[in-house]
């Protein structure tokens, strides 16, 4: 009966879409400040008049976007249209035209306005607006529907806009479109696009700020768009941009609930904040009518899929104490009473054991030592907050037990051990073929830069190292061990801290000596990490092979004799991309520079293996690690076994730790 109404009324929408569609474009917003307006029958009326007909006029065939002005100063009006890259040109003709009009009703006295549809984007101002990156002013949009796995669901989009970014801002137009099957009967569009008027470098800044504004409008929707006056970006699940190469079936519509609405804020100044509804579902209406037959079929599937997406979610989902504890009984149980037979390994922090619930689930469970001083309503709070961070690149955090004296962590499992166990060994070595650790070094670079940046809270790492890296089942890198200083209670404080947590081979001189650290001390631990990844050979133990120093000394050397590619692992062979290996030695290089203001951050680090298009800087010498200075004064009593780890304290170390933002 449900599914009868609903149908009802998609059919309904979709007759009304294919007549209102035809004929005009479909308003979004619009933007113009009252603050400067022109007198009626003014000079400036009568240029602005001019500038709207020529815009009019030149929207043809051979143009999809225009930039002209009309007048000339102190009245001079500067003007551009933009329609989207895939419209036909009598759509974006008719759109423009349309909006020459619209915007003398919604803006009848504004000097300076930007207005957007579905289909096109007009603007215009008393100041030269050509060729000049304009971010605010602009809104967020979402459609009100919820995915049904969001965690995957932000990921997909996030790796696809980020593609389809680094597409647009190489080809003229400015415009790209990208698709990812989400599941079987899910598949995300996107689309990216800027005035092609803007520089690369302006479009790529621009299109990227937009995406990291997805999190605060977006996040875990199943559609969503942000629109600047320079760029803007949308993905939905269906397809709403004209992709005739897209020749397979398209996907049945997404949706087993009413039709979604959309809610509209505007970002940065303009009005104030208002709310306003618009049926997202009138675009699908086409598709929808095509493919309705073939969605009959399906529905049965479809639900008993979305059935089994939501009762993943029960546990992926959640955010409170309550929901991410487990009992002590249960653990034990899973790893048959922490069996010597069932121990992964063991890192600064405790022991860490494979496990296995009776549904089936596999996980990693790690027993903290008992040294921590955090008493447990702080351990339960921390893990909460870390419990949210989630990124493909990084382990998840399932949950945690805390009962008596015992601590326990219970993350994701991951099925292909840890990097340095394919990488430091010699018959393993050869798995890890150049593309392999290419990804490695991207997919790395991506889950630091979302500790730093993305995520709500900011996270240094501290301790990255490819013991520290897990590969899944498709060698896909994941980090371990994030956050464990909150969850351990090292810093609880600023700045009072005197336990540094860290791996020798890969701290940040500054770090070492001094126990000074910051995003910039996690940037020299990743450079130390790409070149390990590039020659498969440790640093730590770089001195007793091959007696030239340290791993970077001798990239270094290397590097100032013009022969960088030997520093590749020879069991690479000749089998590799060389421009992105030299790339990802310069960045390795620069990232261990002594001085920690001038090594990258993860944001520049991530662009410049993105896109081809951004320089990358020239390196200086590395830092000179003075191996005799750094000494453990006192271990921590967790520490016994680990020969890699260490943890130690020393006197007066001055912390620079950021605190949630
Ligand atoms: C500008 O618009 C705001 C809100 O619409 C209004 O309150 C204000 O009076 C207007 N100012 C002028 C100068 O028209
Ligand atoms: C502007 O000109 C039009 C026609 O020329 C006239 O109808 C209107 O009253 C004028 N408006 C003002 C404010 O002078
Ligand atoms: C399209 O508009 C531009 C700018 O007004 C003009 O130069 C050009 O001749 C027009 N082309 C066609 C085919 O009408
Ligand atoms: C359009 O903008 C460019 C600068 O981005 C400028 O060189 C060009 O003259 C403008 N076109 C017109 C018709 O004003
Ligand atoms: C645009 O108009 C406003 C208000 O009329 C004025 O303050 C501003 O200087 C003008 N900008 C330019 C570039 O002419
Ligand atoms: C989506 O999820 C949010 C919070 O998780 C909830 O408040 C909202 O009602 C949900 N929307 C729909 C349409 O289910
Ligand atoms: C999505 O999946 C279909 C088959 O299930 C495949 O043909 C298509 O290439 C996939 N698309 C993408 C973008 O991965
Ligand atoms: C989609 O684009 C193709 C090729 O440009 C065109 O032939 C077709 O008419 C377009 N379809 C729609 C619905 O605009």
Redesign the pocket.
Known sequence: MFAFRFFITLFVLSLLSLITEAQNPTYLYHVC???T?FARNGTYQSNLNGLLSALSSSANASNWFYNTTSGENPNRVYGLFLCRGDVSTTTCQDCVTFATEDVTQRCPVEKVAVIWYDQCLLRYSNASIFSTLTESGGLRMWNTQNATDPTRFNEVVATVMNDATTQAVLVAKRFATKEANISLFQTLYSLVQCTPDLSTSDCNRCLRGAIAALPSCCTGKVGGRVLNPSCNIRYEVYPFYNESAVAAPAPPPPVLTPPPVSEIIPKGKG??SWVIIVAIVVPVGVSILLFIVGYCLLTRRGRKKYDIVQGDNAVTDITTVESLQYDLNSIEAATNNFADSNRLGEGGFGVVYKGRFPNGQEIAVKRLSRSSGQGAKEFKNEVVLVAKLQHRNLVRLLGFCVEGEEKILVYEFVPNKSLDYFLFNDDRQGLLDWSRRYKIIGGVARGILYLHEDSRLRIIHRDLKASNVLLDSDMNPKISDFGMARIFGVDQTQGSTNRIVGTYGYMSPEYAMHGQFSVKSDVYSFGVLVLEILSGKKNSNFYQTEGTGDLMSYAWKLWKDGRPLELLDPILGDSYARNEVIRCIQIGLLCVQEDPAERPTMATIVLMLNSYSVTVPLPNEPAFFPHSRIEPIKLLESDQSTSQSMQYSINEVSITEIGPR
């Open positions: 400040s009252n603050t307006t009005r104030k």
